[in-house]
Nanobody, 122 residues
Framework: VKIVESGGGLVQPGGSLRLSCAAS????????VGWFRQAPGEEREGVSY????????FYEDPVKGRFTISRDNAKNTVYLQMNSLKPEDTAVYYC????????????????WGQGTQVTVSS
């Protein structure tokens, strides 16, 4: 299994970015997929999740109303659309795939990408 994130970069406050999470070796719509982030000096935290099959989506409070997670089954890719970005969103963002179809527990995510840097600064 290989997970590859892309789409990070430098953006001004209020701007937008779309992160992509492409997978090989498994079909993403059969598993829960999560986006996590880790800021310098901070612990990794969950951001958003999409469940396998029915595609139910969930967001942690800091990003509700600003971020949208989605999945393109044909491309076997999960996206994280990030709008109204704030400096506190600056972090390395990771995509991870769980062992199960429905979970938000970080310990259940077993395949991780290498991360993509998102920097929000003027």
């Amino acid at each position: 299994v290989k997970i590859v994130e892309s789409g990070g970069g430098l953006v001004q406050p209020g701007g937008s970015l779309r992160l992509s999470c492409a997978a090989s070796g498994l079909t993403l719509n059969g598993y829960a997929v999560g986006w996590f982030r880790q800021a310098p000096g901070e612990e990794r935290e969950g951001v958003s999740y999409i469940y396998g099959n029915d595609g139910s989506t969930f967001y942690e409070d800091p990003v509700k109303g600003r971020f949208t997670i989605s999945r393109d089954n044909a491309k076997n890719t999960v996206y994280l659309q990030m709008n109204s970005l704030k400096p506190e969103d600056t972090a390395v963002y990771y995509c991870a795939v769980a062992l199960t179809i429905a979970t938000m527990l970080e310990g259940s995510f077993h395949s991780w990408g290498q991360g993509t840097q998102v920097t929000v600064s003027s």
